[in-house]
């Protein structure tokens, strides 16, 4: 068989075609360095038909998966017959040559208004850039998603069921458009240091830099939004190796904003900007490494395999380092930076400590991540725990709190004194100590915590006060900056909060018994079955204090294809917590009314004879023809003989073609219940189970629980909304400031 016979042909004609028109438009800029405007165009328009063609490719993709063309091996892989329309197209990024193309295909469609933002720079701009497409082009390329199978198989392996989740359709391209994103910068700086031009690029990559800290930042809320509320994993963030490969870009792109922010400002950190422009994309390529390489396939569950691909990473990582390094190295000590001459308490030198503090977060979470890399070699490889990462972040927390607290108070010039700068914020303060008081008062006892809680509220405080005050001066569109920081102070407390102070409890409930859980009354009711829309629930009572009461539907069930046991938790949202009730195990009991029949066979329960005579087919009004609309049932005829009376009933089992089951129990003459709880098609045995008989003897039905109280988690996920609109208005305003830029040094020309 031929290489060409083994590719379904339109998807990789299109592919070549992209490799083609990446390389020519690399000609085409790589001429117009030159100053030739006609290579200039040339390598414009090849762009131009590089992002068609990725685009081609992107949608021929989806539609094979949308028509379950099983013929290709990547469809196979990801999808299947059971998967809704809505989970089919989420396949194509629940695998390696997925997750690369729909990077590739936001970064060419990003590349397209770079062009125009590129101004006369968009020559060694787009020339870069197209080099970070290209690298995962050719991953691409190597592994190609349209390798088809010799035969065609009848359905596809399906879709991990963990992902099998409306969240699968969000987060994971939000997080790809932050990586396609954070190359822009990095084309940008890597231009400037190419052609020596050191005064317009940290104006133009502002605005791409704030894009891609928002979209990054997106993506994380949805992340743990996703393993909080739909996963059951118990928590929006565990410090896992992959949770943290998309957390440092983030950090080295919020360190990068604040660097150019200073540089824009005060005409310093320019050398600094240039070195975390190349790290934050550089931090992109090493976290792809480390969660497709398979080096972290024994300590995450998000890891992939290792698929042949982890050379080419390296390559990919060496290439970019290696090149940014030799610039870097060959042209630092030319850019100009102005001295630093800020006194200590100015906005300049917090400026400054914030990005050393973030920095140096940003640090621990890396070398924490690369454990299980720096620990390869030794006997035992392994990775480090969250308590790690919690106890080293807590006094960069505390840190980061204090100089955002004080930041709204500082000048370019600074402070006279600490009298002067505390006498500023004294309303702030005094509003911050209250809450520090009141939360000693309900619990807070350790010195950090209570610290974080006093510097976390004094920022929220503070900020607002200046964001307050610029709305009162028509100036709310500046307010970004103070905006975010409002965040930073809120999300500050919800992880100390929630976090340090939830309350967990694992309890076992009886079907039918109120059991007391603090000060919340929890009884299991029943087990509800699958139906058409639901999967197997259980129904618990929840009464709480003051007597109001609700239903929650935990689910605990078995996947039909991968036969795992999922959990998805209940949870409820009040005023100042989270209820969060995670299912951990369901145990029918043991029902001595329980009784299986074969036809003509009898036996006594309860002190009646029961024989079973055979099967009603048109018991319950519908037959059991697969034409049938509506409920098929099948009856069972049974002779119930007590006290030497004999009666004839007819229990039927009702199921409909969703899949949902009902078997209503039917009442025995004297007392008592009988219902016909199952079939076996095999022996043409029945199961009958008997209810309100004496001496039966059996067991209730148990469900495990963890009850967590959650404490103000709602400050966790407003925090990131307000960091996410602040930064939202900041990348607007810089993004018209750029604008006011280029139309001055046009007119300047």
């Known amino acids: 068989m031929s290489y060409l016979s083994t590719l379904y042909l339109p998807g990789a004609v299109a592919l070549w075609c992209a490799l083609a028109f990446a390389v020519t438009a690399i000609w085409g800029y790589a001429r117009a360095l030159g100053g030739d405007p006609a290579a200039l165009r040339f390598g414009r328009n090849a762009y131009r038909f590089f992002a068609l063609a990725i685009a081609l490719v992107t949608a021929i993709l989806f539609l094979c998966l ?13 999808s299947g017959n059971d998967l809704s329309t809505f989970f089919q197209l989420a396949a194509f990024w ?3 040559k997925g997750s690369f193309l729909i990077w590739l295909f ?35 390329v190597r592994e190609n998603p349209f390798i088809m199978l010799p035969q065609t198989p009848l359905d596809g392996a399906g879709l991990n069921p963990l992902l099998q989740d409306y969240w699968m359709t969000i987060h994971p391209p939000v997080m790809f458009i932050g990586y396609a994103a954070t190359a822009i910068p990095f084309a940008f700086v890597m231009a400037a240091l190419w052609r020596r031009d050191y005064g317009n690029w940290a104006a133009r990559a502002f605005p791409w830099a704030l894009f891609a800290f928002l979209v990054l930042g997106a993506a994380i809320l949805l992340g743990g939004y996703w393993a909080y509320k739909t996963l059951g994993w118990g928590g929006y963030w565990g410090w896992d190796p992959v949770e943290n490969a998309s957390l440092i870009p983030w950090l080295l792109t919020t360190v990068l904003i604040h660097g150019l922010y200073l540089e824009r400002a005060r005409g310093r950190f320019r050398r600094a900007t240039v ?50 390094a030799w610039l870097v190295a060959t042209r630092i000590r030319e850019i100009p930076s102005a001295p630093s001459e800020d006194p200590l308490l100015s906005r300049g030198t917090f400026v400054v400590l914030g990005t050393i503090t973030l920095l140096a977060s940003a640090l621990v979470v890396t070398l924490g991540t690369s454990a299980p890399i720096l620990t390869r070699f030794l006997e035992n490889p392994g990775q480090v725990g969250p308590a790690f990462y919690n106890r080293v972040n807590l006094p960069l927390a505390l840190l980061t709190a204090f100089l955002v607290a004080l930041v709204p108070f500082l000048t370019w010039r600074g402070a006279a004194s600490w009298g002067e700068l505390l006498g500023k914020a004294r ?7 209250a809450v520090a008081v009141l939360a000693a008062i309900l619990g807070v006892h350790d010195p950090f915590h209570l610290l974080l809680v006093l510097f976390a509220s004094a920022a929220v405080a503070t900020n607002l006060t200046a964001v307050i005050g610029l709305a009162r001066r028509g100036g709310l569109k500046s307010a970004g900056g103070y905006l975010a920081h409002v965040g930073v102070g809120v999300i500050l407390l919800g992880f100390l909060a929630s976090s340090a102070y939830d309350e967990s409890v694992k309890v076992t409930l009886e079907r039918g018994r109120p059991t007391a859980v603090g000060d919340l009354t929890l009884t299991f009711q029943r087990f509800v079955p699958r139906s058409a829309t639901q999967k197997e629930r259980m129904e618990v009572e929840v009464v709480r204090p003051g007597g109001s009461r609700y239903l929650a539907y935990p689910s605990l069930f078995v996947n039909d ?23 951990l195990e369901y145990d029918p009991g043991e029902r001595g009314g329980r009784l299986l029949l074969a036809k003509d066979q009898s036996a006594t329960r309860g002190g009646i004879e029961v024989r079973f005579l055979g099967f009603d087919l048109e018991a319950g009004g519908h037959g059991t023809t697969p034409a049938a609309s509506g409920p098929m049932s099948v009856g069972a005829v049974l002779e119930i003989t007590r006290d030497g009376r004999s009666e004839r009933l007819t229990p039927i089992y009702r ?13 025995i003459p004297g007392g008592g219940r009988v219902a016909l709880a199952g079939i076996d098609a095999e ?61 001055t040094a046009a007119g300047t020309r």
């Open 427 to 433: 309303w702030g303060l005094v509003a911050a100590a």
């Open 66 to 78: 949308y028509l379950r063309d099983y013929r290709i091996e990547y469809v196979y892989q990801y």
């Open 275 to 324: 070195v975390l422009s190349s790290l934050a994309y550089l931090s992109v390529l090493y976290g792809t490494f480390l969660t497709r390489s398979g080096v972290l396939a024994d300590f995450s569950v998000h890891s992939f395999v290792d698929l042949g691909i982890s050379g080419w990473l390296i390559a990919l990582m060496l290439f970019f380092l290696g090149g940014s």
């Open 94 to 96: 629940a695998g390696q």
């Open 561 to 583: 294809r991968s036969r795992q046991l999922m959990a998805h938790p209940d949870i409820r949202s009040f005023a100042f917590h989270d209820l969060y009730l995670s299912p």
């Open 106 to 140: 936001f970064g060419a469609m990003l590349g397209l208004p770079l062009v125009r933002a590129a101004g006369r720079d968009e020559a060694p701009v787009m020339t870069v850039f197209l080099f970070t497409q290209l690298g995962l082009l050719l991953i691409l």
């Open 655 to 667: 199921f409909s073609p969703g899949g949902e089951v009902e078997f209503p129990p039917v009442a």
């Open 683 to 743: 022996s043409g045995a029945v199961e009958l189970l008997f209810e309100g008989l004496p001496d039966l003897p059996g067991s209730p039905a148990k469900l495990a629980l963890d009850v967590t109280r959650k404490p103000l988690i709602q400050l966790v996920w407003g925090g990131l909304y307000l960091i996410f609109l602040g930064g939202a208005l900041a990348a607007w305003q810089r993004y018209r400031q750029a604008l006011r830029h280029d139309a």
